[in-house]
């Protein structure tokens, strides 16, 4: 079997700044450990994590809506301080195969639980500025994720660590239309940045820098078979990339109260555009140091050596969700239905451009599919300062198994969810809460890397959610 490599570049690239695409593709605090599909987080609020998120917007006494829903600040009256954090722990074992281009099995383990358990924090300000008038400022981080296998898995050469991770910067405003309508609209600054590191299989590419040499007339055909003994399989180099990237948006909200005892809100939040920009650092083995100075090489090399320090820019965009959310409020319970919708067929590719002239654009294709999230959850009043929550939900995958990443081992999910509210006084309350996450077997049928390595099997996946939030009405 041969190696077909368009130029040097095609085996080149696995890692330069494509690294830094698979890194922004992987999506997710963690694909695996974000609440909702690929690498998007729900958990900006305890209280409404304890109903599965429904009612998000329209229960009340949830500060979040700041960043969830602007127009739903019209149930806060007066001014109020919420701090949530969440603590996310993940789980994912992979089992399967791994060959490279020839075929030949690559050596190495499953990559033990490549999960983590991580921090989300979120801190949210409101105040009512008039009779009809709100305004609130919030942090929070919408969109993470983090993986790390081993660092000799089989599947080394299409990741080791993927962290991924937005951080916006909300600010609201909401005005009451009328006693029973209102609209808000937020501004939002959102910084993006990705890290990863990933093996580099220097078998491959020398093989397909020495097959280019002999088809091209530059070598001789011997070189092909001396090339392989010099640089054997499991002659592994490393990459780790960084980058980074402000992006800017907006939402638009609108809160109905329907009856004295029904709310409905609808929410939309615009994609986000980035430009990230990083830098990629590489070690190769000595082997492959010297092959590249061979002068006998160098004339392949098109002027540059590929695997140095290098720049290099990826577009991404995080995309736009439109959200409904509904409660209907009753003397001794709360009952609320939330639906969101994630377009996430805005990721159909990532094109990154180097700064390295010898390692040309590259290009992951992903075809990302649009998402729903739909949860139903409610509150107890047991008395007037214990609250009783419980919620279920299915948030389905924008990723499928032909084009499936081990950066993000995605597939549907199915949430059920408890939680508890304390209100020590009129001006301090506490809540807490409990997420198990059910995750389908997510099937990769052959995922390739830049070398043409292919790993073949699925992701056992699932998780543990638990949040704290304190909340203090001035």
């Known amino acids: 079997m041969q190696i077909s490599f368009r130029s040097l570049s095609g085996a080149a690239r696995p890692l330069a700044l494509a690294a830094l695409s698979l890194a922004v593709v992987g999506a997710l605090a963690v694909p695996q450990d974000a609440s ?3 690498f998007q987080l729900k958990e900006n609020s305890a209280k409404g994590m304890g109903r599965a998120y429904a009612g998000s917007a329209t229960a009340g006494g949830d500060v979040s809506v700041v960043a969830n829903n ?3 600040m019209t149930d806060l009256d007066g001014t109020y301080l919420q701090a949530d954090v969440t603590a996310i722990n993940f789980s994912t074992k992979f089992s399967g195969s791994a060959h490279d281009a020839l075929g030949r ?7 033990g639980d490549a999960g983590t358990t991580l921090p989300v924090p979120a801190l949210f300000f409101a105040t009512k500025l008039s009779d009809r008038a709100h305004l609130g400022f919030g942090l929070s981080v919408p969109f993470g994720f ?15 660590k993927s962290k991924f991770q937005s951080f916006d910067a909300t600010l609201s405003g909401s005005f009451d239309v009328s006693d029973t309508f209102s609209l808000g609209a937020s501004v939002i600054a959102q910084k993006t940045s990705a890290e990863l590191t990933s093996a580099v299989n220097f078998n491959m590419v020398a093989l397909g820098l020495a097959q280019q040499g002999v088809s091209a007339g530059a070598l001789p055909p011997s070189f092909l078979q001396q090339v ?6 499991g002659s592994d180099g490393r990459a780790k990339i960084k980058g980074d990237d402000w992006g800017y948006g907006w939402q638009l909200g609108g809160y109905w109260k329907l009856t004295p005892n029904d709310r409905l809100a609808l929410n939309y939040h615009s994609k986000i555009d980035h430009k990230l920009s990083g830098t990629g650092n590489f070690q190769m083995p000595a082997n492959v140091t010297a092959l590249l100075s061979n002068p006998a090489v160098a004339p392949l090399l098109a002027g540059g050596v590929p695997f140095t320090h290098t720049t290099g820019k990826a ?6 969700i439109a959200s409904a959310s509904y409660w209907h409020q009753a003397e001794k319970f709360g009952l609320g239905i939330d639906l969101a919708w994630t377009k996430w067929d805005v990721f159909k590719e990532l094109r990154v451009k180097y700064g390295n002239p010898a390692q040309p654009d590259s290009v992951e294709t992903y075809n990302w599919r649009n998402t729903w999230y739909a949860a139903v959850g409610g509150d107890y009043y047991l008395n007037d300062k214990v609250t ?6 299915v948030d389905t995958t924008p990723t499928y198994a032909a084009t499936r990443s081990p950066r993000v081992p995605d597939s549907t999910r199915k949430f059920a969810t408890v939680g508890i509210g304390y209100k020590a006084s009129e001006h301090f309350e506490l809540n807490a809460s409990y997420a198990h996450i059910f995750v389908n077997k997510a099937h990769l049928n052959g995922a390739r890397s830049a070398t043409g390595d292919v790993l073949t099997g699925e992701s056992d996946d699932y998780g543990n959610l638990l949040s704290l939030s304190a909340q203090y009405k001035f």
């Open 36 to 38: 909702a599909s690929a």
């Open 70 to 72: 602007p127009a739903a």
């Open 105 to 111: 099995p690559i050596s190495g383990g499953k990559g």
């Open 146 to 160: 983090q993986t790390e296998y081993d660092n000799d898995w089989m599947g080394r050469y299409n990741a080791i």
């Open 228 to 233: 392989g003994i010099v640089v054997p399989p």
């Open 315 to 320: 577009n991404f965009t995080t995309p736009a």
């Open 388 to 393: 009783l929550r419980a919620g279920v939900s």
